[in-house]
C-alpha cells in the first residue's frame, strides 16, 4: 500500500471549515483513499473514502486530485467534537488491512 | 445495527501470563480484523481473519495468535506477555469483501506489569 504523508497538527476555529491535506504521490490506480479519526484512544471512527471522484457524506467531503497524488479532507463547520487525530489511509482493494500512519491531530478551538 | 463490541475493556495482567481478548462484529460481517496500538508504534495491523480462516497477517510473533468462530465472533491470544505488549488492542469488522469499509470497536487496553 501506498505511504501518506500528513502535517502532524493542526488548529482550527470552531465553526470554520477544517481542510486536513494528505500527500499519497505514489497512489497506485486501484489504491482507494480512506479517512479515519480517532477521538481519545477511542477505536478509530470511519469518516470516508474516495478512489478518483470527490466524495461527499454527512460528515465531510473528500477533495481528490486529478492525478490522484493528494487529497483533502474538509469538514465543512468543525466543532469541539471534531477534535481528534485524523488518519489519511490509501489501500488496494484486495487486501482487507490498513496500515494508519501518524495522522494529523486536529485541535479545534472556541 | 450494534457496532463492534470488544470485551474486555482493560485488563491488567502480569509478565509471562497470557490473556484472550475478544471480539464480536456487526452482524452479517464475517471478516474481523486485529490491530495493535501502542504511542511508539502506531496503529499495527494483527490479523484477519474471514470465515473462521487467518486471510492475513501482520509482522508479529507468534505469541499472537487468534481465532474465528462460525458465527463470526473472533478471539486474540497473547501467550507469555512481555511489558511491551501493553497496548489498545482494537477489531474491526468489515463484510465479505476486501474493498469493504472497516469499522472498529472501542479497543481493549491491556497493561502488563
Known amino acids: 500500500d501506498a505511504k501518506t504523508t500528513q502535517p502532524p497538527s493542526m488548529d482550527c476555529a470552531e465553526g470554520r471549515a477544517a481542510n486536513l491535506p494528505c500527500n499519497h504521490s505514489?497512489?497506485?490506480?486501484?489504491?482507494?483513499v480512506y479517512w479515519y479519526r480517532q477521538i481519545h484512544s477511542q477505536g478509530p471512527q470511519y469518516i470516508i473514502h474516495?478512489?478518483?471522484n470527490n466524495e461527499t457524506n454527512e460528515m465531510a467531503s473528500l477533495i481528490i486530485t486529478e492525478d490522484r497524488k493528494s487529497s483533502t479532507l474538509i469538514l465543512p463547520h468543525a466543532t469541539l467534537r471534531d477534535t481528534a487525530v485524523y488518519y489519511c489511509i490509501v489501500r488496494v482493494n484486495t487486501g482487507n488491512q490498513f496500515y494508519f500512519g501518524t495522522g494529523t491531530s486536529l485541535t479545534v478551538i472556541p | 445495527k450494534a457496532g463492534v463490541t470488544q470485551t474486555p475493556r482493560y485488563l491488567i495482567k502480569t509478565r509471562g501470563q497470557q490473556v484472550t481478548l475478544s471480539c464480536s462484529p456487526i452482524?452479517?460481517?464475517?471478516?474481523v480484523s486485529w490491530y495493535q496500538q501502542t504511542p511508539g508504534q502506531g496503529l499495527q495491523f494483527l490479523f484477519e481473519?474471514?470465515?473462521?480462516?487467518?486471510?492475513n497477517k501482520g509482522n508479529f510473533p507468534g505469541r499472537f495468535s487468534g481465532r474465528q468462530f462460525s458465527n463470526s465472533r473472533s478471539e486474540m491470544n497473547v501467550s507469555t506477555l512481555e511489558l511491551g505488549d501493553s497496548a489498545l488492542y482494537l477489531c474491526a469488522s468489515s463484510g465479505d469483501y476486501a474493498w469493504e469499509t472497516q469499522y472498529f470497536g472501542p479497543g481493549t487496553r491491556l497493561l502488563v506489569l
Open positions: 481473519y474471514f470465515s473462521e480462516t487467518q486471510r
Open positions: 505514489t497512489i497506485s490506480g486501484n489504491e482507494y
Open positions: 452482524s452479517g460481517h464475517r471478516s
Open positions: 474516495g478512489l478518483k
